[in-house]
């Protein structure tokens, strides 16, 4: 297995660039470009998914954080986002009620 090596992302456009005008042959574009099958392949099907822009590096980053690409993840990121919400309103709403019932328990005794 071939340790991974830094890449911008213009050399990853010119690595993909390559390995489609060469039908996909993701080893010969590997070796050819001293880096891994498997990060060659990855990179061509992002780049196939959603441009240039999949070949950026987002490790680290959360996903609101960073301006959607597509409209779909927007989509995605307010979904989550609202579930998110949804779960803390919830979690405090169960809070309420428990502190209630405490606090009825105690004044029957």
Sequence with gaps: MRKAR??????????????????????????????????VRNWVLRYEKMGSAGLEDRRGRRAGTQPSRTPEEEMRNKIAELERKNRDLQMENDLLKKVRELEKKDRCL
Excluded: F
């Design 6 to 39: 830094q890449t911008t992302p213009e050399e990853r456009l010119e690595i993909v660039e390559d390995c489609l005008a060469n039908d996909k042959n993701y080893g010969e574009t590997a070796v050819k470009h001293n880096c891994s099958y498997q990060q």
